[in-house]
C-alpha cells in the first residue's frame, strides 16, 4: 500500500497507508478535523522513532528532532543523515572495544 501525506488546518502533517482506491479521500486528523492529501517530494522517509546514543537522546516525533536540531543550529541535517553520523560513531565504539580488548 502506498503512503500518503496528509496537512490539517491546525498544522499537523502525518502520513497515512491506505489502498489506491482510497486516494484522494481526506483522513482524519488527530485534531478530529478533515485533512487533505498534498503531494510531496519523492524520496520522503516516514518518521521512524529512533534514540540517538551520541546525543543521549530519545526522538519519538519528527517535531521533536526538528526543535531539537533548531537548539543546537543543525537546521540543514537530515534524519538520515544524523542516523548516519550515528552509524558512524557506533562503528567506531565497536573498533575501539575490539583493540582494547
Same mark, same amino acid.
Given at each position: ?6 496537512? /490539517? *488546518? ?11 482506491? @482510497?486516494?484522494? !479521500? =481526506?483522513?482524519? $486528523?488527530? /485534531? *478530529? ?11 520522503? @522517509?516516514?518518521? !521512524? =522513532?529512533?534514540? $540517538? ?17 533548531? !537548539? ?30
Amino acid at each position: 500500500m502506498p503512503i500518503y501525506v496528509h496537512l /490539517c *488546518g491546525c498544522g499537523n502533517r502525518f502520513e497515512e497507508y491506505k489502498p489506491i482506491s @482510497e486516494a484522494g !479521500k =481526506p483522513a482524519l $486528523c488527530k /485534531c *478530529g478535523k478533515k485533512a487533505k492529501q498534498i503531494i510531496d517530494t519523492m524520496g520522503y @522517509e516516514p518518521w !521512524k =522513532p529512533f534514540y $540517538c546514543e551520541t546525543q543521549s537522546k530519545y526522538f519519538d516525533t519528527r517535531e521533536s528532532y526538528n526543535n531539537y536540531c533548531k !537548539k543546537k543550529g543543525l537546521d540543514g541535517i537530515t534524519v538520515g543523515e544524523h542516523r548516519q553520523i550515528q552509524q558512524r560513531a557506533d562503528h567506531d565504539r565497536r573498533e575501539r572495544r575490539l583493540k582494547a580488548s
